[in-house]
Nanobody, 120 residues
Framework: QVQLVESGGGLVQPGGSLKLSCAASGNIFRLDVMGWYRQAPGKQRELVASITSGGTTIYADSVKGRFTISKDNAKNTVYLQMNSLKSEDTAVYYC??????????????WGQGTLVTVSS
């Protein structure tokens, strides 16, 4: 079993910042691509940013220049620094990871989600 636990969501004013964290634990041999997705009310879940094991990053156009994804390999943790937040960034943010387990099973794992609300 592998678990992803997110933290760092909350209420922030427009223009403010938040940093999300996602810690992976369990039967992990290797973490491959890790990413952050979000789902706003009435909308489909969308990719926000991802980072490969080698450190290559991808961002949605809507967050480029404002959000930064990073990871700490020693802690099996991925972060999402969100600056210059807008009301349209309001959503539940989900962490996702591709995981090769110690038993040679490949899993696509999701966290439980953390709510980010941008409002004055």
């Amino acid at each position: 079993q592998v678990q992803l636990v997110e933290s760092g969501g909350g209420l922030v004013q427009p223009g403010g910042s938040l940093k999300l964290s996602c810690a992976a634990s369990g039967n992990i041999f290797r973490l491959d691509v890790m990413g952050w997705y979000r789902q706003a009310p009435g909308k489909q879940r969308e990719l926000v940013a991802s980072i490969t094991s080698g450190g290559t990053t991808i961002y949605a156009d809507s967050v480029k220049g404002r959000f930064t994804i990073s990871k700490d390999n020693a802690k099996n943790t991925v972060y999402l620094q969100m600056n210059s937040l807008k009301s349209e960034d309001t959503a539940v943010y989900y962490c996702n990871a591709g995981v090769l387990t110690l038993t040679s099973t490949y899993l696509n794992v999701w966290g439980q989600g953390t709510l980010v609300t941008v409002s004055s």
